[in-house]
């Protein structure tokens, strides 16, 4: 028989967010990530933090703030960024950029790689790794002795999460469906009667490797880089820390390196220049310039 709700729960079911509340929570999001939420979003924010909010002692939603977000340390960043980052990803997500990748990049990084020298490629916001895994399966591909070599991708992002959900490496079998069958060969292992889940093929999960990683901290990365994705994440940052981002990324970017943005952003003038066209959102750096120690660019 259905219980009638104690006054407790009735007010812990709605969260009844105050506009204070909100700019707290966008506050700190954008404090911890770069991320801007405008008012269009205070739904998805009211829904995604309601459950926590109900499995918090929290007597009010501004308690649930000060107590599991502002005062928890790492453990409020990570359920703030886990549940306000939108992780929407899939296998061959804006496909035209891997079939630049194979035709402009792959030739050339399989010749460097077969003369020994490091190949590196970037999966900067890979969420639960559906991204860096099918720039793999391009590799297997084209390069099908790519394991033998010092060639590897490295998958980062802010959320630790997602960045489990790739390393376990394991996806609905219903993440494949659509997926052309000469490339879904070196995604899946083949196991048969996997319905509801299916497991990534070994060699492609040694080629990539999961790491956090925060655009708007420090970065622990050097490079150089041969290829980086860095798409669908900068959109939802504002102007200034976009621009910081694709400068941080150009300078981590090999001389002839290529770089892959979200189909709907778009590089700074400033950064723009570095680079020329090679397909939509898809850019090779420009042969005759070199960044000098100021950011400037000089001719070669
Ligand atoms: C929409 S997904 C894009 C995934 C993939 N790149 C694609 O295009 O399919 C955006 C990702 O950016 C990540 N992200 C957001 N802010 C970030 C930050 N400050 N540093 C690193 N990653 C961030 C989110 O956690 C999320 O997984």
Not at 117 to 139: D, H
Not at 230 to 235: D, L, P, Q, S, V
Request: charged share 25%.
């Amino acid at each position: 028989m259905d219980q009638a709700a104690s006054p407790l729960e009735y007010r812990k079911s709605s969260i009844n967010m105050t506009e204070e509340d909100f700019r707290t929570v966008s506050n700190l999001l954008y404090r911890l990530t770069g991320i801007c939420l405008d008012q269009s979003s205070r739904q998805i924010v009211e829904s995604r933090l309601s459950r926590h909010f109900r499995d918090s002692h929290a007597g009010t939603f501004s308690e649930f703030i000060e107590g599991t977000l502002l005062r928890n340390g790492q453990v409020g960043a990570s359920l703030l960024i886990s549940a306000l980052t939108t992780n929407t990803t899939r296998f061959f997500r804006e496909p035209a950029h891997f079939e630049i990748f194979s035709r402009d990049v792959v030739p050339q990084i399989s010749r460097r790689a077969r003369k020994g020298e490091r190949v590196r490629i970037w999966s900067a916001a890979c969420s639960s790794g559906e991204e860096p895994f099918s720039i793999g399966a391009v590799l297997l591909r084209d390069f099908p002795e790519v394991c033998e070599y010092d060639v590897k991708i490295l998958a980062t992002d802010v959320d630790r999460l997602v960045l489990e959900k790739g390393k376990v490496g394991r996806y609905r079998a219903q993440s494949f469906s659509g997926i052309d069958q000469n490339l879904s060969r070196y995604l899946v292992k083949d196991c048969g009667d996997g319905i509801n889940e299916l497991e990534l093929n070994d060699d492609l999960r040694k080629l990539v490797t999961f790491r956090y990683l925060n655009f708007v901290e420090p970065w622990p990365v050097s490079g150089p880089f041969d290829a980086i994705f860095c798409r669908n994440a900068a959109i939802y940052m504002d102007p200034e820390v976009q621009a910081r981002l694709w400068i941080g990324l150009e300078k981590v970017l090999s001389p002839d390196g290529c770089l892959f943005i979200g189909h709907s952003e778009r590089l700074t003038s400033e950064v723009a220049i570095h680079f020329d066209s090679i397909g939509r959102t898809a850019f090779k750096r420009r042969k005759a310039t070199l960044q000098t120690g100021k950011g400037n660019s000089v001719c070669l």
